[in-house]
């Protein structure tokens, strides 16, 4: 590849840097779309779940988005567009991770926080099924 095809072919790479898309898989045409509602967001890091994912700004925000039932119990939610963590809002968040069914979060300041599902102490709470929100972890 000739140079000037790469600096272009790298340019336009990089228009893309940070978006968000989305696709349904199976029999579906695997054709990315850009995510309803996101706006301007650059995203830093994704982690998937089996049916939820979280997605980390370059501003130290964290969304979750799929099917979310630790926050409203049983009944399983999947919002059209990520949530934002709100009992994350204020710190900055420098890395995200998800298990199956449950999420985590470290601050720059070394708190790590979990939700989601709770069932065998995923998330380092006692006797709670689900944990709805980030909540800070005791080491």
Not at 37 to 50: I, P
Request: aromatic share 8%; proline share 7%; with cysteine.
């Amino acid at each position: 590849m000739d140079s000037k095809k790469r600096s272009s072919t790298e340019a336009e790479g990089s228009k893309e840097r940070g978006l968000v898309h989305i696709w349904q898989a199976g029999s579906f045409p695997i054709t990315p779309e850009r995510l309803p509602g996101w706006g301007g967001k650059t995203v830093l890091q994704a982690a998937l779940g089996v049916k939820h994912g979280v997605l980390l700004t370059e501003d130290g925000e964290v969304y979750s988005f799929g099917t979310l039932p630790w926050r409203s119990g049983p009944v399983e939610i999947c919002p059209s567009s990520p949530i934002l963590e709100n009992a994350l809002v204020g710190q900055y968040v420098i890395t995200v991770a998800t298990g199956s069914f449950h999420s985590g979060a470290v601050t720059d300041n070394g708190v790590a926080y979990m939700w989601g599902e709770n069932s065998a102490g995923q998330c380092a709470v006692a006797n709670q099924q689900y944990v709805p929100e980030p909540n800070p972890v005791s080491i």
